[in-house]
């Protein structure tokens, strides 16, 4: 999956990803289940006044995989990086939007609880990718989505009693 450069520095500190097919990636495979999962869940939505709902939460689904996928085909761990950062936008976002189907009765809450864990798994695998591709950037800079994350566990509690 990596590889270390060849020179002077072959510390883990170092590690670089190389060009490499993401569909080996685990985090691309999650993503992309993901994304059809949603896509699945979201037709049971009715279309009359939902349109531009089912149409951006798909979208944002979808842009979570691919922007892992493209930013794999990049030269350097720093272009990566900057699209697992979009990678994990897109998987906020559609937390929220599962979040406003929910509340609105548009979907199930199993559906809802289903979606949400899949989306928070693949969003800590990506900042643990994150952390591979960037350590030193990493550090204190994920409080936002620290806090992300504890609200989603709340919210996954309550959901379970």
Known sequence: MHSIDDGPLRSPKYVRFTMQNYRNLVVWQKAHLSAVNIHRSTESIPRRGNTAL??????????????LAE???RGSDADFAKF??????SSLEVES???????????????FESRLREIV????MMIGLLKK?????V??????IAQSQLHT????KACSS
């Open 54 to 67: 089912i149409t951006q939460i798909r979208r944002a689904a979808l842009s979570i995989s691919s922007n």
């Open 71 to 73: 930013g794999c085909g």
């Open 84 to 89: 697992v950062h979009v990678a994990i936008g």
């Open 97 to 111: 939007q599962l979040q406003f189907a929910l509340d609105t009765a548009l979907i199930h809450r199993a559906d």
């Open 121 to 124: 798994e693949v969003r800590r």
């Open 133 to 137: 591709l960037r350590p030193v950037a």
């Open 139 to 144: 550090e204190g800079s994920w409080e936002p």
């Open 153 to 156: 566990a709340r919210i996954l």
